[in-house]
């Protein structure tokens, strides 16, 4: 794992604070900043930007829930929740917010080292997934827009699906367009002209 991750440790007890910072420099993390509040989250990660947010609480709430899952949706990050205890329904929202490892039963200063590398690797993979997911709307959306520019060009002009492919393709070339660009502008103005 980078030794370089700006970590972001939201704990509110000194002294506990004191032997997180210790265990994250010991397995090699030395950007590290401390948070004594929850509410104060939000700001902190803006200012801070930090690559992981660990989060050590004995009992997570629905607020603490709606500030980690805005902290994940504005800027994709890995969070690390530690509680003491919780309920299927906890867990279950903490991982619709976004938490990439969340662990019961509370910190513990030797498995911090395992399990911030763990929800780094889960974040990592899954934002992989949701990169091949985003990538597999558009190529759909594409899809759609170039059929769509097909058949207004196979109307308009009584061509077959292939010639009228081939000829937003010979367009696109010689004006050094994609594709997928010179079909939207067709179908942009098929829509104005309709």
Sequence with gaps: MSENLR???VEADPAKVRDIVDA?????????KALG?????????????????LIDLANPDRDTLEHISYVTQTEKRAVAL???????????AA???????????????????????????????????????DAAKQALEDRKTIDRAKGILMRQR????????????????????????????LVTAADLLS
Aim: aromatic share 6%; glycine share 4%; charged share 25%.
């Design 7 to 9: 970590i972001l440790v």
């Design 24 to 32: 994250l420099n010991a397995a090699g993390w030395s950007d590290v």
């Design 37 to 53: 509040q929850i509410s104060a989250l939000d700001r902190t990660v803006r200012e801070f930007a930090p690559d992981i947010v």
């Design 82 to 92: 530690f509680v003491d205890q919780t309920d299927d329904n906890l867990t279950k």
């Design 95 to 133: 991982l619709n917010a976004g938490v990439s490892a969340y662990v019961v039963d509370g910190l513990t200063m030797h498995r911090i080292k395992p399990v911030l590398e763990t929800a780094i690797a889960r974040f990592q993979i899954m934002r992989q997934m949701q990169s091949e997911l």
């Design 158 to 185: 009584g061509l077959s699906e292939d010639d009228a492919y081939n000829l937003l393709r010979k367009t696109a070339m010689s004006q050094g367009r994609k594709v997928i660009d010179v079909a939207h502008a």
